[in-house]
């Protein structure tokens, strides 16, 4: 029992790995695969958990305390007379600490603080952009699978047009050039089906680079002509204030406060105080001491560093409106580019699409009745396949645009469909 189903088992493995190599049979990745995947393992993002590691050591060095100090001093010893040898020398023996003012550990620690909220700042931004880019590029591979669609379409409709012409050259209707210019363009078609599948197959490898694998997938799932609904531009401004992008830049605003306040507290100086015993070998006693020292303040010595500081933290605040403008200026681009698509979209389908189909049906009509020549009826072919063409780069363009919209606001817009074929 056990062998037959150990047999069953290898024959269900190599039916399993024979689908896999037969060619033509499609295995697609759906988007949220990608996402998950890009995730997971791409390699830019692998990164962060040793940022984060790093910045734990700088967490655990600003906030060490300064460490006592052992103080030794021997004197009036070594020498002549009553100071030879040991006979009279004096031992102190003392521990001195340096005590930090103007809260400067509190200080330290805060700008590693901010640092380490950068730092997830930072990821995020990362995040949003390395899943934007393969998004980008997995809407390549849907494009260029619209495309060979299209273009399969039109070999079809060029081949059938072939047919019909040598059918009208065997009964001597029209002349062998015909025949011979309608396969030349069938030829053309079918040389830009081999080229547009080379291309989807290398956009295919670029798309699992992402994930730092080969591609185990032959075509991608999507529909472009479910095209998402245009944002309202007030929305979009207001996601501006929380895009991962312009809270990086609010971030190290508060970094560079933190360093100014350190830098200023870094004028203020340490003292130092101790205490110890001292040994009087001369007359057999002990005492204790106590020392305290203070550096003289004529100057503020961080004066430079404070005036580095200022400048760095005015800079950020600078940046950080520059940065809000061009959100503001590339949201507003975007968006209006993405209305005129819509908008061209919905006039290619209830215009120019309804237009181009009527007239290849009338020429094809009367190319039959001799009413039009092959010229003519080529002429109504590109037309319509044109228009489609145009179509397909259309929606492929506003799908970026509103990808592009969702990166800068930083939020996942709801992808409503305005326009569906």
């Known amino acids: 029992m056990k062998l037959q189903l150990l047999?069953?088992?290898?024959?269900?493995?190599?039916?399993?790995?024979?689908?896999?190599?037969?060619?033509?049979?499609?295995?697609?990745?759906?988007?949220?695969?990608?996402?998950?995947?890009?995730?997971?393992?791409?390699?830019?993002?692998?990164?962060?958990?040793?940022?984060?590691?790093?910045?734990?050591?700088?967490?655990?060095?600003?906030?060490?305390k300064p460490n006592p100090i052992l103080h030794a001093d021997l004197e009036n010893a070594f020498g002549t007379g009553d100071s030879r040898f040991l006979a009279g020398h004096e031992l102190t023996l003392s521990l001195s600490q340096v005590i930090e003012l103007g809260q400067k550990r509190e200080k330290r620690v805060d700008v590693v603080d901010r640092k380490s909220v950068a730092i997830q700042r930072e990821y995020e931004v990362k995040r949003l952009d390395v899943i934007a880019s393969m998004m980008r590029?997995?809407?390549?591979?849907?494009?260029?699978?619209?495309?060979?669609?299209?273009?399969?379409?039109?070999?079809?409709?060029?081949?059938?047009?072939?047919?019909?012409?040598?059918?009208r050259a065997s009964a001597g209707v029209v002349g062998k050039a015909d025949v011979m210019r309608m396969q030349l363009r069938l030829a053309k078609s079918q040389a830009k089906q081999s080229e547009l599948k080379a291309q989807h197959a290398n956009s295919l490898n670029v798309l699992a680079t992402h994930w730092a694998e080969s591609p185990d997938f032959s075509e991608v799932k999507g529909d472009l002509n479910q095209t998402p609904a245009l944002p309202e531009m007030d929305s979009l401004h207001q996601a501006i204030q929380s895009t991962p992008d312009y809270m990086l830049s609010v971030t190290q605003t508060r970094i560079s406060e933190a360093q100014l306040a350190l830098a200023q507290a870094e004028s203020e100086a340490n003292v130092t105080v101790?205490?110890?015993?001292?040994?009087?070998?001369?007359?057999?006693?002990?005492?204790?001491?106590?020392?305290?020292?203070?550096?003289?303040?004529?100057?503020?010595?961080n004066q430079g560093?404070?005036?580095?500081?200022?400048?760095?933290?005015?800079?950020?605040?600078?940046?950080?409106?520059?940065?809000?403008?061009?959100?503001?200026?590339?949201?507003?681009?975007?968006?209006?580019?993405?209305?005129n698509n819509l908008n061209q979209l919905q006039q290619v389908d209830s215009d120019l699409r309804p237009v181009a189909n009527s007239l290849l049906a009338e020429v094809k009509r009367g190319y039959q009745l001799g009413l039009y020549s092959v010229l003519q009826w080529l002429d109504a072919q590109n037309e319509l396949f044109?228009?489609?063409?145009?179509?397909?780069?259309?929606?492929?363009?506003?799908?970026?645009?509103?990808?592009?919209?969702?990166?800068?606001?930083?939020?996942k817009l709801a992808p409503q469909a305005a326009h569906k074929e």
């Open 7 to 64: 047999n069953r088992r290898a024959y269900f493995s190599a039916a399993l790995s024979l689908l896999l190599t037969l060619p033509g049979l499609a295995f697609a990745i759906d988007l949220s695969t990608a996402v998950k995947r890009t995730l997971t393992a791409n390699p830019a993002l692998q990164l962060y958990p040793y940022q984060v590691r790093a910045l734990e050591g700088e967490a655990l060095q600003a906030g060490l």
């Open 137 to 167: 590029d997995y809407y390549q591979s849907l494009r260029l699978q619209y495309l060979m669609s299209w273009n399969s379409q039109r070999i079809e409709a060029e081949r059938a047009a072939v047919e019909v012409i040598q059918h």
């Open 274 to 301: 101790g205490a110890g015993i001292r040994r009087f070998e001369a007359s057999n006693d002990n005492a204790l001491v106590f020392n305290f020292s203070m550096p003289l303040q004529w100057q503020n010595k």
């Open 305 to 339: 560093n404070i005036a580095s500081a200022q400048a760095m933290h005015q800079q950020t605040l600078v940046s950080q409106d520059i940065l809000k403008t061009r959100l503001e200026i590339a949201v507003e681009r975007i968006h209006s580019a993405m209305l």
């Open 386 to 411: 044109s228009i489609e063409r145009e179509r397909i780069e259309t929606q492929h363009a506003t799908h970026l645009q509103f990808l592009e919209l969702e990166r800068l606001s930083g939020s």
